[in-house]
């Protein structure tokens, strides 16, 4: 970060989808460093949805909160006007849409070119930092292969992890975008995978819906699959050394450990005491696996979909890229499972 003898420069930023699980903690990181923040969201008229960004500290000062719509042409054209960098967050998440194409696809293409237009008009704007995934990175992990930043995902498809087909869309559309029109800022992509961890705001978000899963005995035994975890405030911190970062550039895998299913239950299992309906039988082995994925044919298509190509898969990544790059360290995946257990406690929505 800039600093002169008196101490950080404060910054003015644009973070879209600011209410979100992710562009909540970066709001709340960002006004905690003394950065002045204009947020998005989607609506204004319900308070209870922007309540809890308004109670962070700095927020009366330092906060303004404006609306856009991702697919409509010129919702971001006021909301960058004067900001030094925008963080681009806004996109929607869900494994199952009813309108793959409608729901996820154009929403986080369209959201994604808009607010890069809209960049590209703002002489103010020198870095966008847009919030991509590891879904645009691979459609399922393949066991003998070590992903990197040069890997990218073209498998998915509409009908095939529809939500990861929107991200690696979205990403290809955004350094197209830059790559055409060579707009006065420069373009850096952070890729996070399984994001959990304490929420700031209402509800439970996708991510975490899995540990009340677990916790609620959703699955009925440990499946082979392995997820790449990591805690939503070290991507929120991710986001602003790429921002802040001098010579970041291109895409940064954001993610700390790598954990099976097996090993998430063992962190889980001594933090609930008894309580909920955590798996304990082993539905692990290469027959079972294959059981699994049949039976996953009577579930929801992206659910299905999910289940049909991550079952089995070992996931390999090398993040050094994003440690050295822009100095990130992660906290332990058994650190991020018990604050996010916790915060759910917390909240009412494990069993009692």
């Not at 879904?135 to 040069?150: C, G, K, N, Q, R």
């Not at 009925?220 to 911190?237: H, K, M, N, Y």
């Amino acid at each position: 970060m800039d600093s002169t003898e008196s101490g950080p420069v404060a910054r003015t930023y644009l973070v879209t989808g600011a209410n979100g699980f992710i562009g909540s903690q970066l709001a709340a990181l960002l006004l905690s460093r003394g950065h002045h923040v204009r947020g998005t969201v989607r609506r204004l008229d319900d308070p209870a949805t922007v309540a809890h960004l308004r109670a962070l500290p700095g927020a009366a000062d330092r906060l303004e909160l404006v609306t856009a719509n991702l697919t409509e042409p010129g919702s971001f054209d006021e909301a960058v006007v004067g900001m030094e960098g925008v963080f681009h967050v806004a996109s929607p998440y869900t494994l199952t849409a009813s309108d793959p194409q409608r729901d996820l696809v154009d929403p986080a293409v369209q959201g994604s070119l808009n607010l890069l237009r809209a960049a590209s008009t703002e002489p103010s704007v020198k870095r966008v930092v847009l919030t991509s995934s590891m879904a645009a990175v691979l459609d399922e992990p393949m066991s003998d292969h070590v992903y990197t930043e040069a890997d990218w995902n073209t498998a998915s498809s509409l009908s095939r992890n529809p939500y990861y087909f929107s991200k690696a869309q979205a990403e290809r559309a955004a350094w197209q975008f830059v790559e055409e029109t060579q707009p006065g800022f420069d373009l850096v992509c952070i890729n996070p995978m399984f994001t959990i961890g304490p929420a700031l705001g209402p509800g439970t978000n996708v991510s975490n819906q899995l540990i009340v899963d677990l916790m609620k005995g959703t699955y009925p035994g440990l499946f082979a699959l392995s997820w790449g975890i990591v805690d939503v405030r070290d991507v929120a911190l991710a986001h602003l050394l790429a921002m802040e970062t001098p010579d970041a550039s291109g895409r940064y895998m954001c993610l700390g450990e790598v954990v099976t299913m097996r090993e998430a239950v063992d962190i889980l299992r001594p933090l609930a005491h008894g309580r909920g309906k955590l798996p304990t039988r082993s539905l692990e082995s290469p027959l079972w696996t294959v059981l699994v994925k049949v039976v996953a044919f009577s579930r929801p298509a992206g659910e299905r979909s999910y289940l049909r190509t991550h079952l089995g898969g070992t996931l390999r990544v090398d993040t050094s890229r994003i440690t050295s790059g822009l100095g990130m360290s992660f906290r332990p995946a058994r650190s991020v499972l018990a604050d996010t257990f916790a915060d759910l406690d917390a909240r009412g929505e494990l069993p009692s």
